[in-house]
């Protein structure tokens, strides 16, 4: 009897992409037997070929993710990722002014935080050299999931063979391994298979929605010595205001840029080779023939794919105590926010949070408690983020427009400087920009919406007490003194009034 009470659970895991390898790694030191399928071959394989069909996309590594990492106690395994990265201190901004180029940097954090560019194969193979060293954790590579009972926790999986089609048996079906679990994490990205088989049992609420843009891989190369072309230390952005140009710095010492324009743009570049390196030159100056030659422009532009953009919400994010989707599969975000990646890994630091808090992890209990008890960690973790990744969502959509206009408007630059002075001078009030609470901490993103709103709010109000006070300062010196100031006198002790009015206001606050 005490062998069944205290026999292991076996988790399958389809996916081997960041975030599934993280999930495994989780349950494996939870004493799990855990099995990982993934379509692909092996990832770190430089000839297999990534599902977005490109070969080296940069991520931005921060707060979420690295937290979620050492949540992992594999303490190697993150100080070895991070060894690996480039930290981007914040936005360096490209324009043309008169003819001539200029930069304007723009730091993230008032305290001089930074987020962390990784290249995504040296993360993934972190991860999986981490795995394979890992007594109770089986790698599978080349399964397609094909179909799964949630309610008989079985799954089947299709053997593939590289560059060969799946030969059908006599009954003219392809040939398929039967696989039982006790429960499934679903980590197979935008076009999750396990997401699909997940929505025959459990009623889903989903919505997808590409947007109008395209999204194509570019490389500006190392200088002639080997170096930086420019600071390797920013991401840098060329706005455009229907598309951009931006630049992530990578291990090599060259950059991984992407341009993000409308459909109707990418057909306009591609008609002719000369519109694709005009159209540079008029909205990324800098850019063509600085950084990449027009014969490289055309090339890459020619060779690599153009492709769209998804974003998706879905709830709920599991079925009873038989799977759990995470990662893109249950909410592919657009990349302008930079938190794909950390809200997966994230995903499963509350979700094995929410797993060890009920009790599934409990040997003493019986295996019935214990799918009793992971049903109510998933649906736990459902409820909270479900609201979480709905608000990613919707910032991340948010920010593409901040990107391609707002880091250039004297009304954005204002809020952020107010901002930055109340988190560094009056650092008890809790203030933050958005950006610093969404990077640089692990507060709910919902709960950043809500904060963001309230310090909108105050803002809001400091700004029409100021332009009352401005105006009621003017009319007061008026009406007492009407002939007895010069414009410029006027203007002094106007100042000298607001400015008392609001060392009062901060200081009420300050100690309030």
Avoid at 6 to 11: H, N, P, S, W
Avoid at 199 to 205: L, N
Avoid at 408 to 436: C, F, H, I, M, N
Avoid at 473 to 480: G, L, N, Q, R
């Amino acid at each position: 009897m005490a062998d069944t009470v205290r026999k292991k659970q076996k988790l399958v895991v389809v996916g081997a992409g960041p975030v599934g390898s993280l999930a495994a790694l989780y349950a494996a030191a939870r004493g799990d037997e855990v099995e990982i399928y993934e379509l692909r071959g092996d990832l770190r394989d430089p000839s297999t070929v990534p599902l977005n069909f490109t070969k080296s996309i940069n991520l931005a590594l921060s707060e979420r993710g690295i937290t979620a990492m050492r949540h992992s106690n594999r303490e190697d395994l993150i100080n070895n990722v991070l060894r690996g990265t480039i930290p981007m201190h914040g936005r360096m901004i490209h324009g043309r002014d008169r003819g001539q180029l200029w930069e304007a940097a723009q730091a993230y954090d008032v305290h001089g935080r930074a987020i962390n560019a990784v290249d995504r194969s040296t993360l993934n193979n972190a991860l999986l050299d981490e795995l394979e060293c890992t007594p109770n954790v089986k790698l599978f590579f080349n399964h397609k999931l094909t179909g799964a009972d949630f309610n008989a926790r079985k799954a089947w999986f299709e053997r593939r063979v590289p560059g060969e089609a799946p030969l059908p048996n006599s009954a003219n079906r392809v040939p398929e391994i039967e696989v039982d679990f006790d429960f499934m994490i679903g980590a197979d990205g935008a076009h999750s298979a396990a997401r699909y088989h997940m929505m025959k049992f459990a009623r889903v609420d989903y919505q997808q929605e590409y947007i109008d843009t395209l999204w194509c891989e570019f490389r500006i190369p190392p200088t002639e010595d080997g170096d930086f072309r420019i600071s390797p230390n920013h991401l840098h952005i060329w706005p455009g205001g229907e598309f951009m140009f931006i630049a992530l710095p990578s291990a090599d010492k060259s950059f991984t840029c992407t341009l993000f324009a409308p459909a109707a743009h990418y057909k306009h570049l591609g008609s002719s080779p000369q519109n694709l390196v005009e159209s540079f030159k008029d909205h990324f100056p800098g850019v063509c023939p600085e950084l990449i030659s027009p014969g490289d422009l055309q090339e890459q532009f020619a060779t690599n794919p153009h492709l769209p953009l998804i974003s998706l919400k879905c709830k709920p994010h599991h079925y009873n105590s038989s799977i759990v989707i995470v990662g893109d599969a249950a909410h592919a975000v657009l990349p302008f926010y930079g938190q794909g990646l950390n809200a997966g890994l994230e995903d499963i630091r509350v979700l094995f949070e929410f797993l060890d808090k009920h009790g599934s992890y409990n040997l003493d209990a019986s295996p019935d408690a214990r799918r009793e008890a992971r049903a109510k960690a998933f649906q736990a973790y459902t409820d909270q983020r479900c609201a979480d990744t709905h608000a990613i969502n919707d910032l991340s959509k948010q920010n593409y427009l901040e990107m391609r206009w707002g880091v250039k408007t004297p009304l954005y630059k204002l809020r952020k400087s107010v901002e930055e002075a109340l988190d560094r001078y009056v650092p008890r009030l809790g203030w933050q920009t958005q950006y610093s609470r969404v990077s640089f901490s692990n507060q709910r993103y919902s709960e950043v919406i809500q904060s963001a709103r309230w310090q909108g709010r105050i803002l809001g109000l400091g700004l029409a007490t100021t332009l009352i006070s401005t105006v009621g300062v003017i009319a007061y010196v008026f009406w007492k003194k009407p002939r007895q100031h010069s414009p410029g006198g006027l203007l002094r002790y106007s100042w000298r009034r607001l400015s008392s009015i609001w060392v009062s206001m901060f200081r009420t606050i300050a100690y309030a």
